[in-house]
């Protein structure tokens, strides 16, 4: 088996790139070839992939975090079909590493044993447009609220994961509204919100479970929508969010979609698989099965 290993060696505060010997030791001892490729600056695994000899590898394998995979994912279906691609695979070594968590990969051992087992199943990727452009993503994209707090934490990094604790509270006292029309397969929904995440897979921020009942192959996304929650029942709710209970609250909705166009007033930043990028309006589409994950 011969795999490309696509590494942003700047993933988990730069753990990626430390841990790379022992995750290329461990492929060899397994009897893996493969051929590292190594981002050296913001945008470059769009190219790596981009330039990539697909058919001479069995899979591809992005090691760094959700960003990294995304970069990954959009490089190749951008420039490939997605039939003629092998499957891919992650070794997580980002901050969150939600998506992994729905492949049953929890640790980067747990990466590397998914290579070495081969077993790959086909999963749905949704699309969302940036005219005249479409992108993709297999973990979640969100605006509103959560996308601040994203923004905000950014300008924290030093912090760590405590940069997002300071985020929430920040954007909390700053808490605004904004106004949406939302259509979910023909169905209109309107009115202020506070944040709408769309889901292929369960996880978001590491251990939150955003979307309880997502699942990675039902050719549906999960949409969940928080209306105008006061300051203090948001901090009151976003703790259920780790359990999935959140989805209980009166102000939080719960939609399964094949497609969903949002326009928001004013445009709200998204957040595809962690990445600050995009904006709305947007169109979303769920792709059945289009690819295959280790």
């Not at 000899?53 to 420039?79: P, Q, R, W």
């Not at 509204?177 to 709408?196: A, P, Q, R, T």
């Not at 949002?262 to 709200?268: D, F, G, L, S, V």
């Not at 998204?270 to 995009?278: I, V």
């Amino acid at each position: 088996m011969k795999v490309a290993l696509i590494v942003n060696p700047y993933a988990g505060g730069k753990k990626s790139g430390k841990l790379l010997p022992l995750i290329e030791k461990k492929l060899s001892l397994n009897r893996i070839d493969f051929h590292t490729y190594l981002s050296v600056y913001h945008g470059h695994i769009l190219k790596i992939t981009s330039e990539l000899k697909t058919k001479d590898y069995d899979a591809i394998v992005s090691i760094g975090g959700d960003g990294t995979n995304f970069s990954v994912l959009n490089g190749l279906l951008t420039n490939f079909k997605s039939k003629n691609l092998p499957p891919l695979g992650i070794i997580p070594i980002g901050s969150g590493n939600s998506f992994a968590k729905d492949l049953n990969i929890h640790h980067y051992e747990d990466g590397i044993r998914s290579i070495v087992e081969n077993n790959p199943r086909w999963i749905d990727v949704c699309s969302f447009t940036q005219a005249p452009k479409k992108f993709y993503f297999v973990n979640l994209t969100g605006l509103g609220f959560v996308t601040d707090v994203a923004e905000t934490a950014q300008k924290f990094k030093c912090f760590g994961d405590f940069s997002y604790i300071i985020g929430v509270f920040y954007r909390t006292v700053k808490l605004n509204f904004h106004y949406m029309e939302l259509e979910i397969d023909g169905k209109m929904i309107s009115g202020e919100n506070c944040f709408v995440e769309f889901c292929n897979s369960r996880y978001t921020g590491g251990n939150m479970m955003m979307a309880p009942d997502a699942k990675l192959d039902d050719g549906y996304m999960d949409i969940i929508i928080a209306g105008k929650l006061s300051r203090t029942s948001l901090l009151a709710t976003l703790p259920k969010i780790f359990k999935g209970t959140h989805i209980e609250h009166p102000l939080v909705s719960s939609f399964k979609a094949r497609k969903a166009t949002i326009k928001t007033w004013p445009a709200k930043t998204l957040l595809p698989d962690g990445e600050l990028f995009g904006i709305t309006p947007t169109t979303i589409n769920v792709h059945h099965k289009m690819i295959r994950y280790l």
